[in-house]
């Protein structure tokens, strides 16, 4: 009697109302390889009778099931066949369920927000919660640019719909700005480490040369991103909508430090010229007297014509700062300011300094290329060894492009017209210098290879 028992409650285990709950793995294995085959071949239509056995049957079985899914899933959808939306979601929703440690929850949540996005479902609001749980949840791994814009984009929708403050809005550009940053901050550092090796001549390997093109997609889809997140937000972080908000708050803000950061951190990025801004420099430098402080008092000191005044307040903030970004744009001031002075060298090694905190600042290496170019006339002898060091130029215009999405447009076309301006095939072969190395003794240094016809 036990026996039978225990054999009723091990068929019961495998059974229940002629659903089957477990399998063996070599049943399994079959049973996922008659819609994995076809999948792989991308045969949807074969697979797809086979995938609802999968998931009943072998759930936990192999984490390709839901791999070949989503494949499946949107060939159909993209296709036109919008009954399969909720089929992917529930794929989604399936795999983080039963592989919890192969799935970045950031990732999927996303995904899944997108697709009711994209499809329609739910309210504007519903869509944006979506968006808001997966960021909330695991933000490291919310890392598709597409679904950064999305989120962003709902918010300001949802205010000009009335359902949202203006200050939240903001709030959230800070966050997913920051976030963009350090995405565009991680790849362009691995990018770099890539071009310099490049650029010393060694060979990278096949697996290296398809990072490298990885990198240089990714970032330039970020670099789209943020200019995009910028058009959304528009009109509503200039400087006429901006004053009138934090003055009215001002009084009630004045000793939140987080809010009075950010004010006069968003003030200064649009130049608004008001005497708020300089009300919470002041309180600022009163309540945590700090790298932002002292930045803002030497961003005053600009305005006010004292760029002396103005660089030792910007040392004091590189001192100080700690966060990258801000560090970044506290060497770029520095940088600025030797610039404007004519003071080239000292410019370029603060332009060098912001992008060892901040790789993805391609646009310290345009603005290094574009003073190599205006030193044409002072480095070098011959006209030939002047006009050469357009290709010094143009080789950290490039690198501001791969670099930097945001700005490849612009410093691929400065590289193009500094190449025009370089020695032509003709000159190189009437001076006979093919293959030559020119060195450039002016504050520039380094050399270049003329081109081989």
């Known amino acids: 009697m036990k026996a039978k028992a225990i ?9 229940m109302g002629g659903v089957v709950y477990a399998q063996a793995p070599d049943d399994c294995n079959i049973t996922l390889s008659l819609f994995a085959e076809p999948a792989k071949a991308k045969n949807y239509e074969a697979a797809l009778p086979h995938y609802e056995k ?5 759930p936990k079985f192999s984490l390709a099931t839901y791999q070949y899914a989503e494949r499946m899933f949107k060939h159909f959808i993209d296709n036109g066949d919008k009954s399969k939306v909720n089929d992917l979601i529930k794929s989604y929703n399936l795999r983080l369920a039963n592989f919890p440690t192969k799935t970045k929850e950031g990732d999927i949540l996303s995904d899944i927000a997108q697709v009711k996005y994209d499809n329609g479902i739910g309210s504007k609001m519903e869509q944006f919660s979506a ?8 933000a490291e791994n919310f890392t598709s640019p597409k679904s950064l814009y999305t989120y962003f ?3 300001v929708d949802l205010y000009n719909s009335g359902e949202k ?3 939240d809005v903001f709030d959230l550009y800070d966050v997913v700005y920051a976030k963009i940053e350090k995405e565009e901050s991680d790849l ?14 060694a060979t990278l390997t096949s697996k290296e040369t398809k990072y490298l093109k990885a990198y240089e997609t990714n970032l330039e889809s970020y670099g789209k991103v943020k200019g995009s997140v910028d058009g959304k937000l528009g009109q509503l972080a200039d400087c006429p909508n901006l004053i009138p908000l934090y003055k009215k708050d001002f009084e009630a803000k004045k000793t939140d430090i987080t809010w009075i950061k950010r004010a006069a951190g968003r003030l200064s990025a649009k130049d608004c010229d008001d005497p708020l801004f300089f009300k919470l420099v002041q309180e600022l430098h009163k309540l945590e007297p700090s790298a932002k402080s002292a930045y803002y008092l030497g961003k005053l000191a600009e305005k006010d014509g004292k760029p002396g ?3 030792e307040y910007f040392n004091q903030a590189a001192e100080l700062e700690t966060n990258p970004s801000d560090k970044a744009r506290v060497y770029y001031s520095i940088a600025e300011n030797f610039r404007k002075k004519g003071s080239s060298g000292q410019a370029r090694s603060y332009y060098m300094k912001m992008v060892e905190v901040k790789p993805s600042a391609g646009i310290a290496y345009l603005k290094i290329a574009n003073m190599y170019a205006a030193s044409a006339n002072n480095c070098g002898t011959t006209t030939f060894e002047k006009r050469a ?4 130029a143009a080789e950290m215009a490039r690198k501001a492009a791969r670099v930097d999405g945001s700005i490849a447009g612009s410093a691929n076309a400065t590289a193009d017209s500094y190449e025009q301006r370089a020695p032509s095939k003709t000159d190189i072969f009437s001076e006979n210098m093919a293959g030559k190395t020119i060195s450039f003794n002016c504050w520039v240094g380094g050399s270049v290879r003329v081109p081989n016809l």
């Not at 999968?54 to 072998?58: D, L, R, S, T």
């Open 7 to 15: 054999l009723f409650l091990a068929t019961l285990s495998l059974t």
């Open 153 to 155: 984009s709902l918010a």
């Open 54 to 58: 999968v998931i009943a049957e072998c």
């Open 389 to 392: 060091i357009y290709w010094k």
């Open 188 to 201: 362009a550092s691995k990018l770099t480490q890539l071009l310099d090796k490049q650029d010393s001549g």
């Open 165 to 167: 403050d203006l200050q």
């Open 309 to 311: 005044q103005a660089l």
């Open 131 to 138: 968006f808001d749980l997966a960021f909330k949840k695991d």
